[in-house]
């Protein structure tokens, strides 16, 4: 039994291995390869088709500090990602009628505003109205230290609610913590372990589990941010504070597992997935929709620390994905397209990572609003922590990265903007337009 055993384990390497040498799979390591390479991407990526990983690969430093590399079996902490989990478990303790959709948080909490009035299901799925407490400005004076639940209780008692349960979705991390001490409540244990116990154990995932202080002997990554010149290592969050709403570490080789044994009814029934993937007000119950084109992905994303976090699984194809982030200088969400175009051989081309050092008087010299007789929108040129951003009437902003002391561009969505004496002309998409300062 041994020597079979040996041979399948052999065999399954040298698929995947044969797998990554595809044309499209290199051209996803060399996608990848480009954005480590200008500092802009640390983390790890996996693609599972149906039940055999494909492609697995890590990038950059797990300890930057003692060039410790990053390695397929690196954990990552994976922020949000934890919400599916949580969600799992509560279908699961539905399934066992432990629980139903309609139970009103009062029978556990009734301190919370409107406690009467918000179900399990507002819990799921941010109908609930009960205030995000991450959004607080006080969040961060708290985040590194051990919180107690009783604690964090009284902080979510407290902001009480900003608006009527049903009424609307806005995504709130206080749900996925009330839903984790439900959980505790219900089964009598402390929710790290009855994720190991219900999920974890039950699919064999090797590299997830609840997070403590990072260990690098344990192969568990630090997060960085970039400052301008080196990678950064970022302060550790308690994980009492992120608890059932963000508290995991995992490897997107694991994460690829959980979302195929999760839509394949290995974790809940199939009834319950279809439950959970239902939207209201654009959001799922632990689960939302990203598209790729005509594909629609169901998953989720993270972000805690330094790290960031994207799982997905499309299940036309049985094809899941996951990225896993300790350094990101980039905006993850164009990197995961740049893999995905590269995988379904979409024409993608490599952005400009190119950057210069501008002075800071040539930046701020830049200031001001501009308007255009072609575009009925006016730009505001401001200087926000030595980045220039850009806002057009009634959208967000984005940042202007220098290619020189007069070029810059918005690489994301083909932007090119050259200053010259109270004006500049911005192209983008064969198109350009002169902008005059007010």
Known sequence: MKKYFFILLTLSAALTTYAQNEPKFQKIDSVLNYFTANDKFMGSVTIREKDMVVFEKAYGYADVENKVKANVDTKYKIGSITKMFTSAIIFQLIEEKKLTLDTKLAEYFPQIKNADSISIKNLLNHSSGIYNFTNDSLFMDYAEIPQTRKAMLQRITDYGSVFNPNEKADYSNSNYLLLGYIIEDITKKRYKDVVAER?????????????????PKRNEAYSYSFD???????????ESV????????????DLTKFIRALFEGAIIKKESLEE????????????????FG???????DGSIEGFASILGYYPKDEMSIAMTINGENYDSNQILIGVLSSYYKVPYRLPNLKTAQVATEILKS???IYASPTIPLKIT?????????????????????????TEFNFEPAGITVNFKENGFTIHQGGTVN???RE
């Open 276 to 291: 959970m993937k239902m939207m209201d007000f654009g959001y799922g119950k632990g689960i939302f929709i990203f598209p």
């Open 294 to 300: 005509e594909r629609r992905f169901y998953g989720h």
């Open 366 to 368: 830049y200031e001001g």
């Open 228 to 238: 301008g010149t080196a990678w950064e290592k970022q302060e550790e969050w308690h």
């Open 199 to 215: 999920i974890i154990k039950k699919i064999n995932l090797k590299n997830t589990y609840y997070y403590g202080k990072i260990n």
């Open 434 to 436: 002169v902008f005059t």
């Open 381 to 405: 040129i401001k200087l926000e922590d030595n980045q220039l951003m850009a806002q057009a009437t009634g959208q967000g902003s984005f940042p202007l990265n220098p290619l020189s002391d």
């Open 242 to 253: 992120a608890f059932a709403a963000g508290a995991l570490q995992s490897t997107p080789t």
